[in-house]
């Protein structure tokens, strides 16, 4: 019988992994990794590790969750050391709860590697902490993806009046209907709002504007996007480094900070 390790592979930047997701990375006889892994750490994989593509995309899934959990007890009875890569952390809208669940079920021995997951990382590299004691005491983490706040009227309610930072995974598409529920329900139109497109990469983009305008601002923002919510995103204008680290290196001697 082999063993299963569910790894986040962190936020895009290949670099940011755990020392320990990387040894199981290393050490896989077979990775199944999403969408969203930086394939650099896929050169980590030792000559011979079987490399198995899940997709998971949020309109289309390469292979559903019920095969995802089939393979992975598959492998592990085979007697492989499994990697299941997953971006992010495992835990936080990662569907780890849900492979844990079936593997313990399945008597499959089994690991969890947190992640440093894009709720996080995403508005750090943008310049924007979500928390700070002048301006927020509470974050929420909230996944987007549901429509005009199917099913969820209360709890629309309840971020608009709750947490001072809200996170919001997989909400890109959803923008117009999460700006609405937040301003419906009471939260100021003036309400500071960034997105963050591909934080932590190469690619990264910021775009801000409040809960009036951002759905005009952001209109060529995509998915894989941070929704981050809150008077924290005005702190942007003050510690954006990760901008003027990217200016340091082409114009050394022209930077200048604050």
Known sequence: M???????????DPELITVKGLKAVQQADVILYDRLVNRLLLDEAHEGAKLVYC?????????????INSLLVKYAKQGNVVTRLKGGDPFI???????????R??????????????????PAYAGIPLTH????????????????GEDSGQNWEHLAKGADTLCIYM?????PDICEQLLRHGRHPKTPVALVYCGTTDEQQTVTGNLENITTKAKMIRNPAMIIIGDVVRLREKIQWYEWLELEKEQPSQVVFG
């Open 2 to 12: 082999g063993k299963v390790y569910l790894v986040g592979a962190g936020p895009g």
């Open 133 to 148: 004691r002048e301006y927020s005491s509470s974050v929420a983490f909230v996944s987007g993806a549901g429509k005009n």
């Open 171 to 175: 909400g890109v598409k959803h923008l």
């Open 105 to 122: 079920k399945n008597g499959i021995s089994f690991e969890v590697v947190p992640g440093i997951t894009s709720g996080s990382a995403a």
């Open 93 to 103: 809208f990662g569907r780890g709860g849900e492979e844990a669940e079936y593997l």
């Open 55 to 67: 997709g998971k995309s949020p309109d289309r899934h390469s292979l559903s969750q019920e095969t």
